[in-house]
T-cell receptor, first 114, second 113 residues
């Protein structure tokens, strides 16, 4: 069965510092992988997705993620944190793409310190 | 504007009452989903529907029911059998021929008094 593990329920960085949010997945077939962001009391917004094309995926708001099959990882990074990046981030996996349900990690709350 | 709407934004319910959460989309998406979100638990799948008049249970379907009579609507009923219904509920949809990304509504926060 597919699963997602996000290491660290809370990450705190200084403004301007590197953001690194970790995600490891388990899947029996080549996965589709996603990162979503959620601001308080709102729905989820797609940041980026991996669907077996380029292994380095660029998303919105300066975020990117690299698919590493050997490490079963899909970590999210941003070179320089901004105060507006403070939110909760979710990694998700799908084995079938299309309309197959996603399996989500438990989320990582990112705090940005001025 | 195309999108997914959920209503109401906030909902209060007395113990023992059934309550229905609305989810509507005008994106012409085929599949729709309901998730429950609790602090520190991520999103857990309640029900999903890939076509009209058909739906499947997710991981935590007990105490919930759904219907899919129209492509654009997928209401969720939280029944009195759901022991701990206080949570944030998110509806999502996806078209069939995509890379699988789901589009989310703004959510409904249900509180049982």
């Amino acid at each position: 069965a597919q699963s997602v593990t996000q290491l660290g329920s809370h990450v705190s960085v200084s403004e301007g510092a590197l953001v690194l949010l970790r995600c490891n997945y388990s899947s029996s077939v080549p996965p589709y992988l996603f990162w979503y962001v959620q601001y308080p009391n709102q729905g989820l917004q797609l940041l980026l997705k991996y669907t077996s094309a380029a292994t380095l995926v660029k998303g919105i708001n300066g975020f990117e993620a690299e698919f590493k099959k050997s490490e079963t990882s899909f970590h999210l990074t941003k070179p320089s944190a901004h105060m507006s990046d403070a939110a909760e981030y979710f990694c998700a996996v799908s084995e079938g793409g299309g309309n197959t349900p996603l399996v989500f990690g438990k989320g990582t709350r990112l705090s940005v310190i001025a | 504007d195309g999108g997914i709407t959920q209503s109401p934004k906030y909902l209060f319910r007395k113990e023992g009452q059934n309550v229905t959460l609305s989810c509507e989309q005008n994106l012409n998406h085929d599949a729709m989903y309901w998730y429950r979100q609790d602090p520190g638990q991520g999103l857990r799948l309640i029900y999903y529907s890939q076509i009209v008049n058909d739906f499947q249970k997710g991981d935590i379907a007990e105490g919930y029911s759904v219907s899919r009579e129209k492509k654009e609507s997928f209401p969720l009923t939280v029944t009195s059998a759901q022991k701990n219904p206080t949570a944030f509920y998110l509806c999502a949809s996806t078209p069939y021929h995509t890379g699988g990304e789901q589009f989310f509504g703004p959510g409904t926060r249900l509180t049982v008094l």
